[in-house]
T-cell receptor, first 111, second 116 residues
């Protein structure tokens, strides 16, 4: 499968703690994107990191990309209860015009 | 700008029937992609349209088809529905400039299809 694999599958933390999610993929990519989904609703784009970038920040989010290891991580700092959601990584493969989604990490932030 | 809209939001159909789902992209976006989300298979790419042309297609049977109109609105059709087609169908739009899709996608709220 070209889908990414994410770990952990589920993560439960206290409000204020940091959350780290990891994504691994199999083939060369143009870019990797992270999305959030609240309880069966549409996905919300968080960050896009291109294959020639190594790190990107957006507010409390930090994404890293290691193309040699074919892996990425998403760090959410100072988590809030509102961050409770499923988080997906998605890869745009070289030569393809669509996204391949990972299996997702279910994050629960306990108030 | 208004976001991506999908209609209907919920749908219940019987096995063997057909269904048409609609998606209106963000104004100015020319690329529309469709995804199926199920608990077992996760998020899977169905197809992508750009300027009324299908540019890419996922690994789904021919019962799944789509089209895009000149105003970039898109429809997908599923014929001869099976129980396994029950899913959340998500539409996403992006500017989709020629040469690739290196932009984030904006997703609609989805259509929840239940096949009985």
């Amino acid at each position: 499968s070209q889908q990414g694999e994410e770990d952990p599958q589920a993560l439960s933390i206290q409000e204020g703690e940091n959350a780290t999610m990891n994504c691994s993929y199999k083939t060369s990519i143009n870019n990797l994107q992270w999305y959030r989904q609240n309880s069966g609703r549409g996905l919300v784009h968080l960050i896009l990191i291109r294959s020639n970038e190594r790190e990107k920040h957006s507010g409390r989010l930090r994404v890293t990309l290691d193309t040699s290891k074919k892996s990425s991580s998403l760090l959410i700092t100072a988590s809030r209860a509102a961050d409770t959601a499923s988080y997906f990584c998605a890869t745009e493969l070289t030569g393809a015009n669509n996204l391949f989604f990972g299996t997702g990490t279910r994050l629960t932030v306990i108030p | 700008k208004a976001g991506v809209t999908q209609t209907p939001r919920y749908l219940i159909k019987t096995r063997g029937q057909q269904v048409t789902l609609s998606c209106s992209p963000i104004s100015g976006h020319r690329s529309v992609s469709w995804y199926q989300q199920t608990p077992g298979q996760g998020l899977q790419f169905l197809f992508e349209y750009f300027s009324e042309t299908q540019r890419n297609k996922g690994n789904f049977p021919g019962r799944f088809s789509g089209r895009q109109f000149s105003n970039s609105r898109s429809e997908m059709n599923v014929s001869t529905l099976e129980l396994g087609d029950s899913a959340l169908y998500l539409c996403a739009s992006s500017p989709g400039l020629a040469g690739g899709l290196s932009y984030e996608q904006y997703f609609g709220p989805g259509t929840r299809l239940t096949v009985t």
